[in-house]
């Protein structure tokens, strides 16, 4: 690190341990005439307020704040059983792009495949209960033929 950046460092994590009245004379002293570095240590300053706010706030009030279906999402991202969680990530994709849509009677992915092997079972087992009746049928009928041959 070049020895500007050191002295940047050094007054932002001085300028820190002090509150904002003390912080704005300290600076003035400190950084005389070179603006750009009072701005870039003023920029660090108010990053570090943004951030320690946010952190100050309990998530309950950010939950609070959430659509239901981001709720969701979030809820089940956070789920203590990892059995509970998304267990790859394009499913997460998938349940956020359903979070994202619009209007509140959607379906959400991971149910709509459900809903599609539901189906697709069903189909599977008509075909293969149309196709076992048939070979019993005619499994049935060449066994009467049979029986009936002079």
Partial sequence: MNER?????????????????????FLDEACRSDLEMRRQIDDLLKQDREQSSFLDTPAVEFAAELPEKAAHVIGRCLELDPEARWQSAIDLKQELTWAASIGSTSVSPRTRQSMRWIAGISIVSLILFGAFTWLLINKQSRTTDALHCP
């Fill in 5 to 25: 950046w050191e002295k940047i460092a050094r007054l932002y994590h001085a300028a820190r341990e002090l509150d904002q009245d003390q912080q704005a004379r």
